[in-house]
């Protein structure tokens, strides 16, 4: 099922008489007339930019539980590996131009938001994690308070880019 829908957009692409391959299928132009698409690309940009550098940057830090922790190290890990999902669709998506193939604009523009939603969602089970074992073992100080504020800060940045991204039109052509 899963490679019958990837392959699928093979479909929109036939020989002509030139024997060129040409993209037949449809397209969606961004339709959001109160925001251009350049300045929304940016902000979108800006916000998973700042997310995933917050988040590497809390994974380099030696918070206590960050490097002890198997309920703090594994959602941090799948939620960097999400964030980077999230930054590899922006590509994708600003890449593609105005109007984008629909192939393009289905695997970026309809699941961006589920990417940053996980995203923060696992930061935040990490947050959590992080919380316990400072709990647990009585234990704090500069580089916990770190870890967790950059965290908190790239999960928030990820539910901001989501937010955008809901107000965001497109239409088909």
Known sequence: MFGKKRR????DIQKNAAGEYI???AFYRYATPELPRKTALMRLWLMGGLSAGAALTAGVLPAPGAMDAFYVVIPYVLGVIA???VLWALGRLSLG???VRAYVWETAVTHLPRRALLAAVLLGLAVLGECLFLLLHRDSGPMAAAFLALLLASGALLLGCRRLLGKLRWERL
Request: without cysteine; hydrophobic residues 25%.
């Open 8 to 11: 699928s957009a093979l479909d």
């Open 23 to 25: 993209y037949t299928g």
């Open 83 to 85: 964030e980077v999902s």
């Open 97 to 99: 131009g105005d109007p």
